[in-house]
Nanobody, 117 residues
């Protein structure tokens, strides 16, 4: 059974930092492309960051380049999203996503990030 469990969300002031974690189980983590998406009410879910199965390549949305970093720990089956210099427009529910050719696409339950003073 594929499980993706996000944690690390919360309330932070503008300019602050948060680190989101996504603990994965039920599939071969090293084979998966891992991604973070976010969604606000009334809008489509958007890709924030992704990292290849080898971890050698990352892709970031233009809106977060220079502020966010995605990484993965193969020993812990966990992917991270380090978010710095947070802005109010980063407020959203953040979702972890895993994709492999074998399992297809899976989603976590989401974690709320609120950037407000």
């Amino acid at each position: 059974q594929v499980q993706l469990v996000e944690s690390g969300g919360g309330l932070v002031q503008p300019g602050g930092s948060l680190r989101l974690s996504c603990a994965a189980s039920g599939f071969t983590f090293k084979s998966a492309v891992m991604s973070w998406y976010r969604q606000t009410p009334g809008k489509e879910r958007e890709l924030v960051a992704e990292i290849t199965n080898s971890g050698g390549s990352t892709n970031l949305a233009d809106s977060v380049k220079g502020r966010f970093t995605i990484s993965r720990d193969l020993a812990k089956n966990t992917v991270y999203l380090q978010m710095n210099s947070l802005k109010p427009e980063d407020t959203a529910v953040y979702y972890c996503n895993a994709y492999t050719g074998l399992i297809g696409e899976s989603w976590g339950q989401g974690t709320q990030v609120t950037v407000s003073s």
